[in-house]
């Protein structure tokens, strides 16, 4: 079967990010699989202007733009930052609309507390909603990150291998599916996406 095109965005442009080791991390373990291509985007090496938002300046982005055009869908790694989502995160996101119709997102949740990110997925639920993109119930939680990864980025948790595999595996299937009814369902909303 064709390999399936799944970037990966990591959601915080904070200095010393953790959240970076579990983005990198699973890159890696997206990479080892025959059925998945990837590359990482970070909101940090977005320029975004002060005074402009949203899709009106999406060309000014063109790789992103590309990017979610070619994808099957996203991986959107994400910290929890007062229960909620980092404000680059949504800027980065809100660039584009019509390009992530009926494509598949699943979430990874970073935190130093005890909870994994759950409340910041839970949050970004009803915003991706509204971008069209459908949401896999298999997340990826990495409380207490600061024990997870030693400095190097090296992960502590053996675990996370199968943990890893079960949420690529959905992710995976729901690509595949929500692809199979781009290419073979018509809808109104499958417009050409110059
Ligand atoms: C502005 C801000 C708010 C935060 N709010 C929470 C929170 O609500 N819950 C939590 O578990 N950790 C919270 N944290 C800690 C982060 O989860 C922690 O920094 C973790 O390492 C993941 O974020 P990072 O990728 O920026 O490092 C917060 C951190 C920042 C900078």
């Known amino acids: 079967m064709d390999k ?3 970037p990966v965005l990591l959601g915080t442009n904070r200095k010393e990010r953790r959240s970076i080791h579990a983005a990198k991390w699973l890159v890696g373990e997206m990479q080892k699989r025959a059925d998945i291509e990837t590359r990482l985007f970070d909101v940090s090496e977005f320029s ?3 005074d402009d938002y949203g899709q009106a300046i ?6 992103w733009r590309d990017a979610i055009i070619q994808a ?3 991986v959107i790694v994400s910290p929890e930052y007062n229960h909620g989502y980092p404000g680059a995160l949504k800027a980065v996101l809100d660039l584009l609309l019509k390009e992530y119709i009926h494509k598949a997102v699943a ?3 970073v935190s130093a507390g005890p909870w994994g990110g759950s409340r910041v997925i839970e949050a970004m ?3 991706v909603r509204e971008l069209g993109l459908t ?3 298999t997340d990826l939680n990495f409380p207490s990150i600061q024990k997870k990864f030693d400095e190097q980025g090296k992960l502590q948790d053996p675990a996370y291998e199968q943990r ?3 949420f690529l595996d959905e992710l995976v299937w729901m690509s595949r599916t929500l692809k199979w009814g781009r290419e073979n369902i018509p809808s109104k909303f499958h417009q050409s996406q110059g």
Do not use: C, Q
């Open 58 to 63: 999406k060309d000014h982005f063109p790789e």
């Open 125 to 127: 639920v009803p915003m």
């Open 48 to 50: 975004l202007p002060h």
């Open 107 to 109: 979430f990874v949740g």
């Open 164 to 166: 890893a595999k079960d």
């Open 4 to 6: 399936l095109n799944l």
């Open 135 to 137: 949401v896999t119930f």
């Open 72 to 74: 099957d869908g996203l």
